[in-house]
């Protein structure tokens, strides 16, 4: 557990012009959510936990220790850790004077530009975020803005500017523009291909750059380069997708977005197959009566964190889990769940009892 500290006053949030001015503009927006949930907190006299915060915004703990490593390293936050590396408490600092303040923004965006840190549209942290470096396409590769506006003046890309603006009904932000840059530069895709992308993502019900990114991200991964590819892909997705749907007795809806993410996070980066999935849906609907994304997420990371990649490593985790369930005389121990066992039972004596009825 960690403690939160600040000298606000309770009963209100404050939060300085100077952290709105210099240093929310150049971060991702999930650390700022972090970054705002935790001032939050800081006067409640909760203690919290990594995991419990990751719970909160329904992202893994690494992109929470990742938002406050981010923080302190801007200076806005003194964090104490454990001999173990946990974290123990979470301190807010003043945010630097405006000249410091305007030198770290400078700092942090030359660094950008050489690539040392991550840009923060790369990817929505807990959605299946690349780390740098682990497979050649992460954050650190996206375009900078004078890459940018050097393609800008290409043809082809005024027209894919063109064609998203009107998927979108409106002009792109610049964030958005380099985003279709990076999948055009960086990940070569053609602009056909560009183009069913922004179709593909409005019709999921989102037009947001992020879930585009984590979306090209997928196909890139799956090798897909041309437009049939896409479908092809997509149609396993929906596939997938449905399936858990039936398995948990849920008909004519698609899955919403949070539920979409949740399963993302089950194929695409905990690589587990459809048939683990469903044993885990069976086992949520076997203990819980009724679908629960979240109880089959947390069957499903218990797994992943335990290597269990087939239906032979799930049944060894079972055993396991037995073996410790069991006293050591080999007897099964008592369910914590029944109080009731725990309670002495009365005991009678009914041929005495039969004696006092015949005597009345």
């Known amino acids: 557990m960690m403690k939160i500290y600040t000298d606000v006053p309770e009963g209100m949030t404050v939060v300085q012009n100077a952290f709105i001015d210099r240093f929310m503009p150049h971060a991702n927006g999930e650390f700022v959510k972090v970054y705002l949930y935790l001032l939050r907190c800081a006067d409640s006299g909760q203690e919290l936990s990594v995991a419990s915060i990751a719970d909160v915004f ?90 940018v506006a050097a393609l800008a003046g290409q043809e082809e890309i005024k027209q894919l500017f063109f064609i998203a603006e009107q998927y979108l009904d409106r002009a792109l932000s610049s964030e958005e523009q380099r985003e279709l840059v990076y999948c055009y530069d960086t990940l070569h895709f053609s602009a056909d291909l560009i183009e069913y992308l922004l179709e593909y993502c409005i019709s999921k019900g989102s037009k947001s750059h992020y879930y585009m990114h984590k979306v090209a991200l997928g196909w890139a991964e799956a090798g897909v380069t041309t437009v049939l590819q896409a479908k092809q892909e997509t149609n396993l997705y929906n596939k997938n997708y449905y399936t858990v749907l039936n398995a948990f007795g849920i008909k004519n809806r698609g899955p919403a977005l949070p539920e979409q993410e949740t399963m993302s996070r089950w194929f695409n980066e905990w690589g587990f197959s459809i048939e683990l999935v469903l044993e885990a849906c069976k086992r949520t609907i076997n203990q819980t009566r009724q679908p629960s994304f979240s109880y089959a997420d947390s069957i499903l990371k218990k797994w992943h964190e335990n290597g269990a990649v087939s239906m032979e490593d799930v049944g060894k985790l079972d055993k396991r889990r037995e073996q410790v369930q069991k006293k050591p005389d080999g007897r099964q121990a008592k369910s914590a769940a029944n109080r009731f066992t725990d309670v002495p039972q009365r005991t009678y004596d009914f041929q005495q009892l039969e004696k006092n009825l015949l005597k009345k």
């Not at 923080?71 to 945010?95: A, D, I």
């Not at 405006?98 to 950008?112: K, P, S, V």
């Open 58 to 147: 329904d992202h893994t703990e690494k992109d929470v220790r990742r938002a406050l490593s981010y923080w302190e390293r801007q200076h806005l936050m003194k964090l104490k850790l454990s001999s173990e590396g946990e974290f123990l408490s979470v301190t807010f600092l003043v945010p630097p004077t405006e000249e410091y303040g305007a030198a770290l923004t400078d700092e942090f965006a030359d660094q950008r530009r050489a690539g040392i840190v991550p840009d923060r549209q790369a990817h929505p942290a807990g959605a299946g975020a690349q780390e740098p470096g682990s497979n050649g396409r992460g954050k650190q590769d996206m375009p900078t803005r004078e890459r």
